[in-house]
């Protein structure tokens, strides 16, 4: 079994930061990207950051300049620096793993809240 599991969540206010972190843990037989998805009441859930085993980055537009993603291969860790939080930012943060070159992820965490207050 594969268990995500994050950390960090909480309230802040507008212009702070938080740190997220995920551990994995479990029979994954292979790792192409960790990553952290998001998602808002009444929005779709999007792509925040995720970072490949080879040290590739992509980031959604909204948060370039503003978060960073770094992981641990070895451990399966993967962390996001979140500075100069908006409101916009509140949402569900979820850690996932992809097991493929692309696509969509193949394991999900149970999710953390973020909530940022004007």
């Known amino acids: 079994q594969v268990q995500l599991v994050e950390s960090g969540g909480g309230l802040v206010q507008a212009g702070g930061s938080l740190r997220l972190s995920c551990v994995a843990s479990g029979s994954i037989f292979s790792v192409n990207a960790m990553g952290w998805y998001r998602q808002a009441p009444g929005k779709l859930r999007e792509l925040v950051a995720a970072v490949t085993t080879d040290g590739t980055t992509n980031y959604a537009d909204s948060v ?3 978060f960073t993603i770094s992981r641990d291969n070895a451990r399966n860790t993967v962390t996001l620096q979140m500075n100069s939080l908006k409101p916009e930012d509140t949402a569900v943060y979820y850690c996932t793993i992809r097991s493929r070159r692309t696509g969509l992820p193949n394991y999900w965490g ?9």
């Open 110 to 118: 149970q999710g953390t809240q973020v909530t940022v207050s004007s």
């Open 64 to 66: 370039k300049g503003r």
